[in-house]
């Protein structure tokens, strides 16, 4: 699974690329529900820009192997999770396709890794 999760860091570095260009592109696949942001009051537009970056440094964590990068993919997961969940009466298609391909990424990054996400248990 180790040169699926550089795949996947690599896809995660050129789609937050991607969104950062001055150019009109269609939204890729796993931000298709990122406009749900918006509908944050005082919130939305900061997210707008904070969920590619994050994106874009959990891609880099990843390629080079960093723990963090795991971390901060989980995090961009979470948020584009509720974005997506968020958005599904309003676009179901949209949403459906980035719930699969975000769970699709999840399970590749955090395969036999998942409990190091954990806090250790106390004793």
Known sequence: MEKYRDTIGWGAIII?????????LPALPPMLSSSMFM???GLGSVM???????????GIGLVKG?????????????????????????????SIV??????ACLVVVLWGDWRQLLPPPRR
């Open 39 to 41: 509908l944050l009051p």
């Open 98 to 103: 980035d719930l699969v391909i975000i769970t």
């Open 48 to 58: 707008m820009m904070i969920v590619p970056m994050l994106l874009f440094a959990a």
């Open 66 to 94: 960093w723990d963090g990068g795991r971390k901060l993919f989980v995090i961009w997961a979470a948020l584009s999770g509720l974005a997506a969940l968020g958005g599904f009466q309003y676009s179901p298609n949209d």
């Open 16 to 24: 937050a690329a991607l969104s950062f260009l001055p150019i009109p």
